[in-house]
């Protein structure tokens, strides 16, 4: 399932602390228990090209096969599942769960979904059946056979590339970069809705040499319309050093996505920047506008710009 590949001695566990070698069998501890539990706007996540203005019930439980130094996310992240006190809630009832907020989306976030895949591909069943869209906001370090089951049963699924460096991501997230990019690769080949974050981080991979690499690499593998968010970083778990993201830095990157043809590039945490909103590739106009996470205007009409008439990449309804 995990790229990591661990070798795990009986009573023992991987690196996601998540699952543990039992008498030769290899077992979940986290089936079931959720840890964290939210309803965020879809734009959250981020997904910009995906049902925009949707509310998605989200969860997570304990785990992770990277250990990120600057991961936002690490109490829940870094911790095993003993650290938490939580009840058993079963797929089924997180569908009602998700039903009774009314909520159009399940959300599988926060930590990384892969730990907890048996949960999730059993949750996604139960909430196609119900009409309810699934999306996975993932690391992508999974093997080919269980990304091509979730790619299944999920309908949209957003990879944090975080570098495009294998001694950054060794160094940094205790990983490896290559079998990000195949995942990558794979989703994109799949017809699964993809989008792309990249935590621009100062010092670490804010580069002209990491920026090019990354930006020529996705247009020249995966295309011009797959949503590629560039983030501001915000000190926290092990980073508390370094300054948050220039506003500028980030302005960089998206400029220089754009000039080589990406159509979709945003500037992410950071509220009510213009680099927000959704352009049209063919008149420029904002088809959509951000105010934060929030939706302050559509001009679309059923997926096309309401300007010109041009075709948006995305799933609008």
Same mark, same amino acid.
């Given at each position: ?8 001695? *009986? ?7 998540? @699952?543990?070698?039992?008498?030769? %069998?290899?077992?979940?501890?986290? #089936? ?17 090209? +995906? ?30 599942? =003993? /650290? ?23 959300? +599988?976030? #926060? ?6 895949? %048996? ?6 069943? &139960? ?5 309810? @869209? ?25 990879? /944090?590339?975080?570098? +495009? ?10 990983? =490896? ?5 195949? *995942?990558? @690769? ?8 993809? =989008?792309?974050?990249? $935590? ?10 990491? !920026? ?12 011009? /319309?797959?949503?590629?968010? +560039? ?5 926290? #778990?092990?980073?508390?050093? !370094? ?6 830095? $980030? %302005?960089?990157?998206?400029? #220089? ?16 920047? *213009? ?6 590739? @063919?008149?420029?106009?904002?088809? &959509? =506008? ?28």
């Amino acid at each position: 399932m995990c790229a990591q590949g661990c070798v795990i001695k *009986s009573g023992e566990r991987g690196k996601c602390r998540a @699952r543990m070698n039992v008498n030769g %069998e290899l077992r979940s501890l986290v #089936y079931g228990r959720p840890v964290a539990v939210h309803v965020d706007p879809i734009e959250k996540k981020p997904f910009y090209h +995906f049902l925009p203005g949707s509310e998605a019930f989200s969860f997570a439980t304990s785990g992770c096969p990277l250990h990120c130094k600057f991961c936002q996310n690490w109490e829940i992240s870094q911790s095993r599942p =003993e /650290d938490f006190n939580d009840a058993f809630v079963p797929p089924s009832e997180m569908v009602k769960n998700a039903m009774s907020k009314r909520a159009p989306v399940i959300a +599988f976030t #926060y930590n990384e979904p892969t730990v907890f895949m %048996e949960y999730m591909a059993d949750t996604a069943a &139960i909430a196609r059946k119900q009409q309810l @869209r699934c999306v996975m906001v993932s690391c992508g370090l999974m093997n080919s056979e269980p990304l091509a089951e979730m790619c299944r049963l999920l309908d949209a699924i957003k990879i /944090d590339l975080k570098g +495009f460096s294998p001694d950054f991501y060794r160094n940094v997230c205790r990983a =490896e970069l290559h079998p990000v990019l195949n *995942s990558i @690769r794979q989703i994109a080949k799949s017809g699964t809705h993809l =989008e792309i974050v990249n $935590l621009v981080v100062p010092t670490l991979n804010d580069s002209e040499k990491m !920026l090019h690499g990354l930006v020529d690499w996705i247009t020249a593998e995966i295309g011009p /319309d797959v949503p590629i968010h +560039f983030t501001r970083f915000h000190p926290d #778990y092990q980073l508390l050093n !370094l300054p948050p993201t220039p506003i500028a830095t $980030l %302005e960089r990157f998206r400029n #220089y996505a754009m000039s080589k043809g990406i159509r979709y590039a945003y500037v992410g945490n950071v509220p009510n920047h *213009s680099g927000n909103n959704t352009y049209c590739p @063919r008149c420029g106009k904002a088809v &959509i =506008e951000r105010s934060s996470i929030f939706i302050a205007a559509v001009n679309m009409d059923r997926g096309h710009c309401r300007y010109c008439g041009k075709e948006i990449a995305g799933v609008w309804a």
